[in-house]
């Protein structure tokens, strides 16, 4: 269902969609009691250690001892935590990231920030520390909302200008961290944080677990390195850049070696005729924005023909409208990203043609990650199975 924002939300504190965006997003921290009263975790702590070892895990091991601090990146493997769990006041943290490309609960989870652009989230990550353990004080430069699984932990805020870093050390730590603000969340607790606040989380529990829901924030420099690089593929099909370079007018210059100011200019008005409209940047950001990170991989099914490929996708929606509501469902992968403009739709970095008629459909699976039957218009079964057959057999989408 596609969220209500004039409707108060205990995610939100009570306040509406609408108004968190106007008073809190990207302003000023909010402190959110029981935000998913009862929250259980997805996982323990093993499990979490365990799904640090998978191969195509995104994974970090911090500790500190004596002040120092050391970050071991994935590859991780057991006995790199098993050393951990026998020593006691070590203080250790485990951090996994995209568990949404990993737990079906972990996409319910996020399904929950619907109120965000899915354009806009990163993903989910999970963190374990005992008690004491932590990341040190630093500043993220995306908003995140710090879920609180099983145990507690202390957070300290600071609205400090001052972001100088401790010299010589593997992590982006304040050098002079000053707290203003400290709350102890318990599970189900959730703290929203801005851009650019300096804050610290300390461990308060053996059990402690944190669930991040973090937001995507390229920099203006990135987009324009992609974007031109983009662009480079429509150079082709813009008209301020067809011929060649020609100087009929060249005169005699002093030095061989020079390249003229006549020269350059002459460069520079033939490359001023590139142009982009506001639909080329749409575009871009269509490919762009869904395209999957460089890890990741799908599983491909065993190849059917698009025939059977129709009467599964048939019999998987009239079961969805059937008393088997949620067990049967046209669904993305965990790990791909299906992002829509006016006129098109992205699935993981590729433009699909998808015929007007289906387009409510798309819309759906965009916006739910799964697509219910009762959207599909009287006879347009061969239409969607012929626009999802190439991604069900790249593994994009799933029949469950």
Request: with cysteine; hydrophobic share 40%; charged share 20%.
């Amino acid at each position: 269902m596609s969220p209500n924002n004039n409707q108060s939300l205990a995610l939100l504190n009570n306040l509406t969609p609408t108004q968190f965006l106007a008073e809190y997003w990207q302003k000023k921290p909010l402190l959110i009691r029981q935000a998913i009263p009862n929250f259980k975790n997805f996982l323990t702590p093993q499990e979490l250690m365990d799904l640090a070892t998978d191969e195509d895990a995104q994974a970090r091991l911090i500790t500190q001892k004596n002040g120092k601090w050391q970050v071991q990146n994935s590859p991780l493997e057991e006995p790199d935590f098993a050393k951990h769990l026998k020593l006691k006041n070590n203080l250790w943290t485990i951090l996994v990231q995209n568990i949404n490309h990993h737990m079906p609960q972990a996409v319910d989870l996020l399904q929950q920030f619907n109120f965000i652009p899915h354009a806009r989230l990163d993903d989910l990550m999970i963190s374990y520390a005992p008690k004491g353990s932590g990341i040190g004080a630093h500043i993220d430069s995306y908003d995140v909302f710090l879920l609180q699984g099983a145990g507690q932990r202390k957070w300290q805020l600071s609205n400090q200008k001052d972001f100088s870093l401790v010299e010589n050390a593997p992590l982006k730590l304040l050098k002079n961290f000053t707290p203003e603000q400290e709350w102890v969340l318990e599970a189900g607790d959730m703290l929203y944080l801005p851009p650019h606040i300096a804050h610290c989380g300390t461990s308060m529990s053996d059990d402690c677990m944190t669930y991040s829901i973090g937001f995507r924030a390229p920099s203006y420099q990135e987009l324009a390195h992609e974007f031109l690089s983009f662009l480079q593929d429509k150079l082709p099909e813009n008209a301020g850049l067809q011929g060649r370079y020609t100087d009929p007018n060249l005169t005699v210059q002093e030095n061989a070696g020079e390249i003229s100011d006549a020269f350059a200019t002459n460069i520079y008005e033939a490359l001023s005729g590139i142009t982009w409209k506001n639909d080329d940047i749409a575009d871009f950001l269509g490919h762009y924005l869904s395209e999957p990170k460089a890890h990741v991989y799908f599983d491909a099914p065993i190849e059917i023909s698009l025939a059977v490929f129709t009467k599964k996708l048939a019999k998987t929606l009239a079961e969805n409208l059937s008393e088997n509501l949620h067990e049967k469902k046209v669904q993305l992968s965990l790990k791909s990203q299906l992002l829509f403009t006016q006129n098109a739709f992205y699935l993981n970095g590729e433009k699909l043609t998808v015929p007007l008629e289906i387009m409510a459909c798309m819309r759906e699976l965009a916006d739910k990650r799964c697509l219910n039957g009762t959207v599909l218009p009287p006879n347009s079964l061969a239409v969607l199975a012929e626009a999802l057959y190439e991604p069900y057999l790249s593994g994009f989408i799933e029949l469950t």
